[in-house]
């Protein structure tokens, strides 16, 4: 869609270097996600560097002398710590936090202060179970939701942002499903599932482009009380994808498109967008079936 939506504004021609940026943008997601799981190493040796420090004062309390190693000792953390492919992914990104330490001091000293990382602390329990508890809700109750880190990371790339929901989720899915014995890989899953995901992306862009005019055919009259130019260029946009997804993707369900497109047009698009949109490809679902049009293939695709 954003790929689409810069196509148009900057009335390109070459489709090879928009779609140069597709490419681009959703290697930048992968790079987040890695990124993120970086911030969480890099919590861990704050806290380690901060518990060494306490531990060397010249009026040293007994509980500086003997600290608790909980959060430190994390298996969590330390496997993510230990894990020598996210390291050497981060390295090939240039991706790094050590220029931008001043978040992971204001995200360890509200994680210090939480309640969360406070029963933890002190719950007398060790368990694999627990270390992977406490991180999951540290970082869904603090850490994803932080100002601070989202103007960062607003910073830090601007697609990220637009990312930034869907990394989190992924983060804590991974988090809660880990097992003890996962593998050594656990954390470094794909960015694609196979080759065809990778090739739907760039073939929804591409056909969404160079069928517009056939496309465009297909919405005007279907908007009685609204004229063609009225429509808002993101409802466009969103309307054309997801009629190309009808006519040219046999094997997406015609439910699977009309919810995605709803979806995100309430993200993205005017408070009444996906009321508007859902009209539209309501009459032409019914359209297409009546002159057999969509050429859907499997059980349930209609």
Wanted: include cysteine; aromatic fraction near 10%; charge should be negative.
């Amino acid at each position: 869609m954003q790929s689409i939506y810069a196509f148009v504004q900057a009335r390109e021609s070459d489709l090879k270097k928009e779609e140069k940026f597709l490419n681009a943008s959703m290697e930048n997601m992968y790079g987040l996600y890695l990124y993120l799981l970086a911030l969480l190493v890099e919590i861990q040796k704050l806290a380690e560097e901060q518990l060494t420090l306490s531990q060397k004062k010249y009026l040293a309390t007994n509980e500086d002398r003997n600290p608790n190693r909980k959060f430190i000792d994390n298996a969590l953390l330390n496997r993510l710590r230990q894990d020598e492919g996210l390291q050497e992914k981060l390295d090939n990104r240039s991706l790094s936090w050590e220029l931008d330490d001043e978040y992971v001091k204001i995200l360890w000293n509200e994680i210090k202060e939480s309640s969360v990382f406070k029963e933890y602390m002190s719950s007398g329990q060790n368990s694999f179970e627990e270390d992977k508890r406490v991180i999951h809700d540290l970082y869904q109750e603090i850490i994803a939701p932080n100002d601070k880190l989202f103007e960062h990371l607003e910073d830090k790339k601007l697609t990220w942002i637009d990312d930034l929901p869907l990394v989190n989720t992924l983060i804590l899915k991974m988090i809660k499903k880990l097992k003890e014995n996962a593998g050594e890989d656990y954390f470094m899953p794909s960015l694609y599932k196979d080759a065809d995901d990778m090739e739907y992306a760039k073939n929804l862009f591409r056909k969404t482009i160079l069928n517009d005019e056939t496309i465009q055919k297909e919405i005007e009259g279907k908007t009685p009380n609204w004229d063609t130019e009225r429509i808002a260029e993101m409802d466009s946009i969103l309307l054309k994808m997801a009629i190309c997804e009808f006519l040219k993707f046999p094997s997406i369900p015609v439910k699977v498109t009309i919810n995605e497109y709803l979806e995100i047009a309430k993200e993205y698009s005017t408070p009444k967008s996906s009321i508007f949109i859902n009209g539209i490809l309501d009459k032409l679902v019914k359209e297409y079936q009546a002159n057999n049009s969509l050429n859907k293939v499997g059980r349930g695709l209609m």
